[in-house]
């Protein structure tokens, strides 16, 4: 198995050093303008000098911070409505209309309603990241809830526990999976919002920074950022998927017994 990982990962990095020496080559033929697209190498060397000066750092920790509050708070509040509406069938025809009509919504288009009320500031960004988490993480709990085994629930409620109970210890490690896949997703999604959230506020961040450095025309210094946003995203989908791993070993356990 380790093996296997290995493998895949070799034939993904050999993927992307090709690409990497197909586009420097091309820039050095003439077949792309160096004006849009620098040489692979060069963006390399003005990465190598924003990790080596510490320049990265600053906006790099804003970006995060703002990705952090943003996430936590729309996982958190996702989860408790969802595990709400998976159990309590009132509560769910209650806001399923409200949900259907928002949802479809890209939660890009809702920055400048967010911008007439709140402003430029930390509280539109945060609140951007925490309406981009919020509804993958909802529908994600409310299907694990419903998917949790009729007689785990049977059983809770002939011991005698009551519904707050119920949804604590029983139904929320039962639909845990299903809540750990919404917010894979809803990280990658509050990503994307905080960077265009910064783009659009013109303060601070490395959304800001990308933008700020295509209108002025330095271009690598605009590949270099673009590529430090992919490096960040790649890391967090890494550290996700082994947090994931780790809350959920006892179901790899379990598939590899009956196996």
């Known amino acids: 198995m380790r093996r296997d990982r290995l493998a895949s990962i070799a034939w993904g990095l050999g993927t992307i050093a090709v690409l990497l020496l197909f586009v420097e080559w091309a820039v050095g033929a003439g077949l792309v303008k160096r004006a849009l697209l620098p040489p692979p190498s060069s963006v390399g060397l003005v990465l190598w000098e924003l990790v080596a000066t510490g320049q990265v750092f600053a906006p790099l920790a804003e970006t ?67 309406l981009a988490v919020f509804f993958p993480v909802l529908i994600a709990t409310i299907q694990g809830v419903r998917g949790v085994d009729p007689v785990l629930l049977d059983a809770a409620r002939t011991f ?42 013109g303060t601070g961040g490395v959304g800001f920074l990308i ?26 989908n890494s550290l996700f998927v082994a947090l994931e791993r780790r809350l959920l070993g006892w179901q790899h356990a379990q598939a590899a017994a009956t196996q």
């Open 211 to 236: 933008l700020d450095m295509q209108r002025s025309f330095r271009v690598r210094q605009m590949y270099a950022w673009i590529v430090i946003l992919a490096l960040v995203g790649l890391v967090l």
């Open 160 to 201: 005698g526990h009551r519904p707050p109970r119920i949804l604590l210890h029983v139904i929320l490690p039962a639909a845990l999976p299903f809540v750990l896949a919404g917010s894979r997703i809803a990280l990658g999604l509050g990503l994307v919002l905080v960077t265009l959230s910064e783009m659009l506020a």
């Open 64 to 130: 995060l911070l703002r990705l952090a509050q943003g996430f936590a708070a729309g996982a958190v509040v996702a989860i408790g409505i969802g595990l709400c509406m998976g159990y309590f069938p009132a509560m769910h025809d209650l806001l399923e209309p409200l949900v259907e009509l928002v949802r479809p919504l890209p939660k890009s288009a809702l920055i400048p309603v967010l911008i007439l009320f709140l402003g430029l500031g930390e509280t539109m960004k945060v609140t951007a990241v925490a």
